[in-house]
């Protein structure tokens, strides 16, 4: 199958990229809007973007007209927002956090979840998280022209982990229970775990 980008049109894309790049980390985004409603909504176009600094990287697509979603607008405005990784025990209600709430109404209040207070960042927490990277923004790209999607990048200033999940320096991933993103509607678990070490390079002998 060859497919020539150019004679597909925006859904086609849209259903190839989601379908082949997978599983997809998901980010579960707070950020504070106008009056301090507290924003939560998911976003699986998430991943490391650098160690030193620490950062991540979230790109949310933007709405029919080039118009900005709440998150995006938000982090603009505040330089600053909160990520909640996604597990087993949290995933239904960040599937419910991903419909299409009005500004004026924050799904946090909506949905009954509870908050905790941030460290070195104005956004609360989800507690529904066992893992939470506060972040400050450091640069928002805006990609497509018109533009169709604002890529986040933000820096990690501070880490939660709920101590269950860290043992000597390392996340255990079994406890952790992270959940992914594929096409559609459909999400997955860690599934098995394999090693493969990664290889040394030697010259050829002369």
Same mark, same amino acid.
């Given at each position: ?91 239904? *209600? ?5 419909? &299409?709430? @009005?500004?004026? $109404?924050? !799904?946090?209040? +909506? ?76 999400? *997955? ?5 394999? &090693?493969? @070490?990664?290889? $040394?390079? !030697?010259?050829? +002998?002369?």
């Amino acid at each position: 199958m060859e497919i020539a980008i150019h004679e597909i049109e925006r859904q086609e894309k849209y259903k190839l990229l989601i379908g082949c790049i997978v599983p997809r980390p998901i980010a579960w985004v707070t950020s504070l809007g106008e009056g301090g409603i507290v924003n939560a909504a998911p976003f699986s176009y998430f991943n490391v973007a650098s160690i030193e600094p620490m950062m991540v990287s979230v790109a949310v697509m933007r709405k029919p007209g080039s118009v900005p979603k709440d998150t995006a607008r938000n982090i603009m405005q505040t330089g600053e927002f909160v990520v909640n990784m996604v597990d087993v025990h949290n995933v239904d *209600a960040v599937n419910q956090t991903s419909a &299409d709430y @009005p500004p004026e $109404i924050s !799904e946090v209040e +909506a949905l009954g979840l509870e908050v905790a207070p941030s460290v070195l960042v104005k956004v609360p927490r989800l507690r529904a998280s066992r893992i939470h990277f506060e972040c400050k923004l450091h640069q928002i790209v805006e990609l497509g022209s018109p533009t169709t999607s604002d890529l986040i990048i933000g820096e990690v200033v501070h880490v939660h982990v709920a101590d269950e999940l860290y043992h000597a320096g390392r996340i255990d991933a079994a406890a952790f229970a992270p959940v992914s993103r594929l096409a559609g509607h459909t999400y *997955a678990t860690l599934g098995e775990q394999f &090693d493969r @070490p990664r290889p $040394i390079y !030697e010259p050829p +002998a002369k």
